[in-house]
């Protein structure tokens, strides 16, 4: 099963590419921060019932921002960073340039963060706080290291 959502996160940009080749460099900007905003706002619902356990548990709930997580994982959202869109061109970013000069690294983030995202996605259905609370933050720890290598202040 690792093996298909690896090659379903490698494959899927390059089936992508005739979409993105139409959209605008704004319109990849915003698209992207769209679907990471997205992303956050669902792990917002498992961090506070997981981790701070400010929240009550709520299979249904849990469950759907869980795979909200994983479907932004394994979208493909590598087709939406163009070189135009971590220039001086590109508005409203805080994307490094040096993300182009560290392909290999982005790739290893972007794989880490969809099987992360995926087994956030098995666990979840157990109901199992403890793990949740150490899966969900193996997903944040990937969003951290691309933030940290590739996000400006």
Same mark, same amino acid.
């Given at each position: ?29 915003e698209t992207r921060q769209s679907a990471y905003q ?8 498992? !961090? ?6 400010? $929240?009550?548990?709520?299979? &249904?709930? @849990?469950? =759907?921002?869980?795979?909200?997580? /994983? ?36 790739? !290893? ?6 099987? $992360?995202?995926?087994?956030? &996605?098995? @666990?979840? =259905?157990?109901?199992?706080?403890? /793990?949740?609370?150490e899966q969900f933050n193996k997903v944040v720890d ?12």
């Amino acid at each position: 099963m690792k093996k298909i959502a690896i090659l379903a996160a490698l494959m899927t940009p390059l089936m992508a590419l005739p979409v993105v080749a139409e959209m605008s460099v704004e319109d990849q900007i915003e698209t992207r921060q769209s679907a990471y905003q997205f992303a956050a706002w669902n792990g917002k619902k498992i !961090k506070a019932w997981a981790i701070e356990g400010s $929240e009550e548990y709520s299979e &249904q709930d @849990i469950i =759907a921002a869980a795979n909200a997580i /994983a479907a932004v994982a394994n979208s493909g959202m590598g087709t939406l960073f163009s070189r135009d869109s971590a220039n001086d061109r590109a508005e409203n970013t805080r994307l490094k340039p040096n993300f182009f000069n560290e392909l290999d690294n982005v790739k !290893k983030i972007a794989v880490s963060f969809a099987q $992360e995202s995926t087994e956030l &996605q098995k @666990i979840v =259905a157990d109901g199992d706080r403890t /793990a949740v609370a150490e899966q969900f933050n193996k997903v944040v720890d990937t969003c951290k290291s691309c933030h940290d290598n590739y996000r400006a202040d």
